[in-house]
């Protein structure tokens, strides 16, 4: 019987543990379309990809006859903060606002000094600039 109850208190944990996947889990979607691909198609253009040294490229082809390499296309309409470009922002001085949303795809910019408070809210339309208050250079830059 003391066998019995220490196997149940041994297994009943084991079966918590199931790997059912529940049914308002949403599952990854596999062959997710390439988005500037899919952008392109939105904005009733045509797909044409290129051989290239380097590998193949996409291109779009727009009704009003312009040409545009897909991701070129796809990241200009973004509004979003573009960490990638946002880095490229380090090291420089004297900036603009609109000049740090121009190079970061963000529409808002927090200009902060190092060691300020912030809030800690995650906006993707948002950059955050770190700017060293003695020499005026920005030191860090991070999206959200």
């Known amino acids: 019987m003391k066998k019995n109850i220490l196997w149940a208190a041994l297994l009943l944990p084991l079966a918590a543990c199931s790997s059912y996947p529940h049914s308002g889990e949403k599952m990854p979607k596999i062959g997710?379309?390439?988005p500037a691909s899919q952008?392109?198609?939105?904005?009733?253009?045509?797909l044409e990809i290129r051989n290239g040294p380097e590998g193949q490229?996409?291109?779009?082809?727009?009704?009003n006859g312009q040409v545009v390499?897909?991701?070129a296309l796809f990241r200009s309409q973004q509004k979003n903060c573009m960490p990638d470009e946002a880095q490229k922002l380090i090291g420089q001085s004297g900036l603009t606002d609109e000049q740090i949303k121009q190079v970061s795809r963000a529409q808002i910019v927090?200009?902060?000094?190092?060691g300020q408070p912030v809030t800690m809210d995650?906006?993707?339309n948002r950059v955050t600039v770190i700017t060293d208050?003695?020499?005026?250079?920005?030191?860090?830059?991070?999206?959200g």
């Not at 952008?39 to 045509?46: F, L, M, P, V």
């Not at 927090?110 to 190092?114: E, F, K, L, T, V």
């Open 32 to 34: 997710m379309p390439n």
């Open 39 to 46: 952008y392109c198609i939105e904005q009733k253009g045509k």
């Open 57 to 63: 490229t996409g291109y779009c082809h727009l009704p």
């Open 69 to 71: 390499e897909e991701w």
């Open 110 to 114: 927090r200009n902060i000094a190092p």
């Open 122 to 124: 995650y906006r993707e």
């Open 133 to 143: 208050p003695s020499t005026k250079k920005i030191v860090k830059v991070s999206c």
